[in-house]
Protein backbone atom coordinates (compact mmCIF):
# COMPACT_ATOMS: atom_id res chain seq x y z
CA UNK A 1 0.00 0.00 0.00
CA UNK A 2 1.13 3.47 -0.54
CA UNK A 3 0.98 6.95 1.12
CA UNK A 4 1.42 10.33 0.30
CA UNK A 5 1.64 13.82 0.94
CA UNK A 6 1.32 15.82 -2.02
CA UNK A 7 0.79 19.59 -2.53
CA UNK A 8 0.74 21.85 -5.66
CA UNK A 9 2.70 24.31 -4.17
CA UNK A 10 6.69 22.75 -3.41
CA UNK A 11 6.91 24.89 -0.53
CA UNK A 12 7.83 23.83 2.82
CA UNK A 13 4.77 22.91 5.59
CA UNK A 14 4.44 20.62 8.00
CA UNK A 15 4.88 17.00 7.90
CA UNK A 16 1.51 14.99 7.99
CA UNK A 17 0.79 12.68 11.14
CA UNK A 18 -0.51 9.20 9.02
CA UNK A 19 -2.50 6.80 11.30
CA UNK A 20 -3.72 3.66 8.70
CA UNK A 21 -5.84 1.26 9.50
CA UNK A 22 -5.47 -2.99 7.49
CA UNK A 23 -8.04 -4.81 7.67
CA UNK A 24 -8.31 -8.45 6.61
CA UNK A 25 -4.45 -9.72 7.96
CA UNK A 26 -4.63 -13.31 9.53
CA UNK A 27 -1.64 -13.41 11.26
CA UNK A 28 -0.81 -12.44 14.75
CA UNK A 29 1.50 -9.70 13.90
CA UNK A 30 3.01 -8.51 10.45
CA UNK A 31 6.52 -6.83 9.55
CA UNK A 32 6.57 -3.91 8.00
CA UNK A 33 8.94 -1.88 5.89
CA UNK A 34 8.41 1.27 4.41
CA UNK A 35 10.11 2.66 1.18
CA UNK A 36 10.55 6.90 0.90
CA UNK A 37 10.96 8.78 -1.04
CA UNK A 38 10.80 12.63 0.15
CA UNK A 39 13.43 16.03 -0.12
CA UNK A 40 16.32 13.86 1.89
CA UNK A 41 14.74 10.07 0.95
CA UNK A 42 15.51 8.39 -2.40
CA UNK A 43 15.54 11.97 -3.85
CA UNK A 44 17.94 13.03 -6.74
CA UNK A 45 15.96 15.77 -7.68
CA UNK A 46 16.70 17.72 -3.74
CA UNK A 47 20.47 16.29 -4.69
CA UNK A 48 21.04 18.25 -7.86
CA UNK A 49 19.37 21.27 -6.56
CA UNK A 50 21.97 21.02 -3.59
CA UNK A 51 24.27 21.16 -6.54
CA UNK A 52 23.54 24.20 -8.21
CA UNK A 53 21.58 22.37 -10.57
CA UNK A 54 24.17 21.79 -13.51
CA UNK A 55 22.92 21.17 -16.94
CA UNK A 56 25.87 18.72 -17.52
CA UNK A 57 26.94 16.85 -14.65
CA UNK A 58 30.09 15.74 -14.47
CA UNK A 59 30.99 11.87 -13.31
CA UNK A 60 31.70 12.79 -9.48
CA UNK A 61 28.34 14.96 -9.54
CA UNK A 62 26.45 11.81 -11.63
CA UNK A 63 27.66 9.31 -9.05
CA UNK A 64 26.33 11.56 -6.29
CA UNK A 65 22.89 11.79 -7.83
CA UNK A 66 22.70 8.27 -8.67
CA UNK A 67 23.28 7.20 -5.12
CA UNK A 68 21.08 10.35 -3.68
CA UNK A 69 18.33 7.93 -5.83
CA UNK A 70 18.36 5.07 -3.95
CA UNK A 71 15.98 4.10 -1.94
CA UNK A 72 16.74 2.60 1.42
CA UNK A 73 14.61 0.63 3.62
CA UNK A 74 13.10 1.41 6.65
CA UNK A 75 11.90 -1.57 8.83
CA UNK A 76 9.50 -0.65 11.29
CA UNK A 77 10.88 -1.21 14.70
CA UNK A 78 8.92 -4.21 15.70
CA UNK A 79 6.67 -6.77 14.25
CA UNK A 80 2.94 -4.54 14.17
CA UNK A 81 0.05 -6.57 16.54
CA UNK A 82 -2.54 -7.78 14.90
CA UNK A 83 -5.95 -7.52 16.53
CA UNK A 84 -9.59 -8.78 15.35
CA UNK A 85 -7.65 -8.95 11.68
CA UNK A 86 -6.97 -5.46 11.98
CA UNK A 87 -3.49 -3.65 12.94
CA UNK A 88 -2.92 -0.12 12.82
CA UNK A 89 0.43 1.98 11.59
CA UNK A 90 1.40 5.54 12.56
CA UNK A 91 3.75 7.36 11.17
CA UNK A 92 5.14 10.96 9.84
CA UNK A 93 5.08 11.64 5.64
CA UNK A 94 6.95 14.82 4.89
CA UNK A 95 5.31 16.96 3.21
CA UNK A 96 6.10 16.12 -0.86
CA UNK A 97 6.67 12.70 -0.10
CA UNK A 98 5.73 9.39 -0.69
CA UNK A 99 5.59 5.74 1.13
CA UNK A 100 5.10 2.39 -0.13
CA UNK A 101 4.47 -0.23 2.58
CA UNK A 102 5.04 -3.50 2.87
CA UNK A 103 3.12 -5.65 5.36
CA UNK A 104 4.28 -9.42 5.86
Same mark, same amino acid.
Given at each position: ??????????? %??????? =???????? /?? $?? &???? #?????????????????? %??????? =???????? /?? $?? &???? #?????????????????????????????
Amino acid at each position: MSAWHYHDDDV %SGPVAHV =KLHISGLT /AR $AV &QVTQ #WRVDGGNGNAFTAWQTMG %SPQSPNE =KQYQTLEA /AS $AM &QPQA #WPAPVAVTGGSAELDFSLPRQGVSLLIVE
